[in-house]
């Protein structure tokens, strides 16, 4: 009953709790930025494809590649990062035969990691990419042009081009280099006070195009400013357009990279388990102490044990009682209607049958409260006069 009333109270009070909760809070949403989905999420020049795409100039994407491997037509323009594989001996002179033979225009952007070099491939096209802070520290007025801009500001920039010039408009403030020709024979360039930032020249029967930045391009600000009219005027302007190629990635990332980003709760899982199994596999402080084997005991022993517990807990009284009636069973089956006769009867006739004293057996079958000695001689007795039956 008690059980019963706890269990309802209970249940009361979690509804109570339950309905003030309804009645004092209400669901809200929350917005929150998680980025791009998709293959946006790891392609950052998929926006530009498609723009281009829009504008029916063919485009398409590579994660990586390999100019001994594989280029495309000599029409074709490459978008790709500067990367040390291409500073190889036989993949540069695989690009520069593709750019100076057979025509193609490729367009290089700063490698993804500053601390690469990769200054052979631009020398190799007769470029050079300087660091914005190494031009600041030879004396170029940063005050004069947007070398040190905040991050929102968009500055003016300017374009000479063979047939007419062109002011832009662009976001100065992640462009860290400044490009330069050996021979300062540019067909196009794009410049603000601390230099050019992009810049295009011919090599041989293609050209190649260097773009201090790549930030102008990727998916988040192609439509800021006129980042999206630059990309246009570099894979298409003063330059018979063809495909349009980017690669997005030079080089694959290290397996335990790929893994991390596919599945790091996995990844967390198994760490805990190893740690667990490594502690579980620790030594421990002092010897193990082994369980004995269970061994097998003589049917002696269980008895032993049944008659102590039977007198600890029992008590000799009950003990008595029940050999007692175990004795008389057996001597029911020799005297039919022994167990219907007094005790003293009992006694006659179990002495005529077995040779014993009657008394010695009228006060063993008695039974009672007695002390160890009685009580060992009774039950004696009583064995004594269950073999003679």
Known sequence: MNSRIGGIVLSLVIAGLVGWFLMTHERQSQEFYV?????????????????????????????????????????????????????????LASLYDWVSIEGGHLVLLPPRDD?????????????????????????????????????????????????????????????????EAFDADASASLYDDLGNIALRRAEGNGYVTAVASEYYFNNYWLNEADHARLLLDVVAGYVVPGKVWFVYQMSFPPLWKVILDAAPYLLSTLALILVFWLWSRMPRFGPLVEAQPDTRRSIGEHVA???RFGWRYDGAAALIDDTVRATLHEAERRHPGLTRQPRAKQAETLAHMTGLDA????????GGEMPARDFTESIQLLQTLRKKL
Do not use: C, H
């Open 115 to 179: 601390d690469v070099n990769v200054d052979v491939l631009f020398t190799e096209f007769g470029l050079t990419m300087l660091p914005t802070n190494d031009l600041a520290e030879d004396g170029v007025d940063e005050e004069a042009g947007g070398g040190d801009t905040g991050d929102e500001e968009v500055a003016d920039a300017d374009t000479e081009a063979p047939e007419d010039e062109v002011d832009y408009e662009v976001d100065l403030s992640a462009t860290p280099y400044r490009l």
């Open 35 to 91: 980025g791009f989905s998709g293959e946006a999420r790891y392609n950052p020049f998929l926006a530009a494809e498609r723009l281009l795409n829009e504008l029916d100039i063919e485009a398409d994407s590579r994660e990586t590649f390999r100019p001994s491997e594989w280029l495309p037509p000599g029409t074709d323009t490459l978008i790709v990062y500067a990367n040390p594989v291409l500073t190889e001996s036989v993949e």
């Open 359 to 366: 008394q010695d057996i009228l006060d063993a079958l008695s």
């Open 305 to 307: 044990a049944a008659g």
